[in-house]
């Protein structure tokens, strides 16, 4: 590439400061954009300060950093009138991520989902259309029409039969309509949506990303986002953790988000317009909330204290693996490399550290 500066939103969350390390170690100048709303939204500690003063610190010629909110359509437009001519990528991992909080606050949710897309999306078109944007949408865009396959149940999970047409998991294919998808599902579908959109209306570079359960050490816990650390920070304190419907035998595939942030980079590498790409660990990479449960004992010694809610929430899955065959097609250099097992102790370790 000519110019390696990428522009990363969300950049000391989860997906964004693994996005941020790699696209540094390929040698890219980062500016980042980050005003740390979900440490008021969610009430949890962040790590925001200890990211930006590592990249900061270790990156200082190369990490430039922005706490503005993606919603002020003026502060966007301004940073793409100052950097958008040599900007390659734009990643824009910035969202409201919980399925449950959305309920609280749909006004917020949909204004920095969706109407923070469209303001970045207007700043690409109009000083960075060269540019390739990437944009992390989710799963919730189908809703939960998957709920209405035949499940076999099993002693610890929810599955389909082999014959079945998505066994494999769901492509880019399934519907996205009658199905309840959570307002935070409506908001992400629109944003997932307008990316399209801008793609192939105006024949710009667009990727959408469908992710599922994307994780690692640097997610912060807390009850509305980020399950996996969720459990084992209650794992770690002695505290019950909250297993809500569906017996904890809803099955989930866990990626890490080192990988995503590879995929991002494959995809800027050779980019498509208006495209779309489920990712996710697969079916080799699926557990179920029993199945994790059981895995983390291993972890402490002691088995995890749980409290089981029957009534499932509004929309969540049954059952969710990902086909990722589409991308692995376009990119086959790409596959899931952190298994559940390094997943699970390295966000251990994180938390236990604290």
């Known amino acids: 590439m000519k110019n390696k500066k990428i522009l990363i939103t969300g950049s000391l969350g989860l997906i964004g400061f693994e996005t941020t390390l790699f696209f540094l170690e390929k040698g890219f100048d980062v500016i980042g954009i980050d005003n740390n ?26 990490y430039l950093h922005y706490k503005y909110d993606i919603r002020d ?37 949909f204004s920095v989902n969706s109407q923070g897309t469209l303001n970045l999306l207007e700043s690409f078109r109009t000083f960075s259309p060269h540019s390739t944007f990437i944009f992390t949408s989710t799963n919730k865009v189908y809703g939960d029409l998957v709920n209405s396959f035949d499940f076999k149940e099993y002693t610890n999970r929810y599955d389909l039969p082999q014959k079945h047409l998505h066994f494999e998991g769901i492509d880019e294919k399934f519907s996205i309509d009658q ?5 935070f599902g409506v908001s992400k579908t629109s944003a997932d949506l307008m990316v399209q959109e801008y793609g192939r209306y105006f024949s710009l570079k667009t990727g959408v990303f469908r992710l599922g359960v994307i994780t690692g050490g640097g997610q912060s816990a807390s009850f509305y986002q980020g399950f996996l650390s969720y459990m084992i920070e209650k794992l770690i304190n002695n505290e019950k953790f909250s297993i809500i419907g569906y017996k904890g035998k809803q099955v989930r595939d866990i990626l890490h988000a080192k990988d995503a942030a590879k995929a991002f980079y494959l995809f800027s590498q050779k980019p498509g317009v208006g495209e ?47 086909d990722i065959s589409k991308f692995k097609k376009s990119f086959p250099e790409w596959k899931p490399s952190v298994n559940i097992d390094d997943i699970l102790s390295e966000i251990y370790k994180t938390y236990e550290s604290r």
């Open 37 to 62: 709303l979900r440490e008021k939204i969610f009430n949890i500690n962040t790590q925001y300060k200890d990211k930006l003063s590592f990249l900061q610190n270790s990156h200082r010629k190369n």
């Open 179 to 183: 199905s309840m998808h959570s307002l």
């Open 73 to 109: 359509k003026n502060k966007i437009d301004d940073l793409f009138k100052t950097y958008g001519k040599n900007l390659s990528v734009i990643v824009h991992a910035a969202a409201q991520t919980s399925h449950d909080w959305s309920v609280k606050d749909p006004f917020l949710d």
């Open 276 to 322: 779309v790409f489920n990712l996710g660990g697969g079916r080799k990479n699926s557990f179920s909330i029993k199945e994790l449960i059981k895995k983390s004992k291993s972890l402490s010694g002691r088995v995890l204290r749980t409290e089981y809610t029957k009534t499932p929430r509004n929309g969540d899955h049954k059952w969710w693996i990902t």
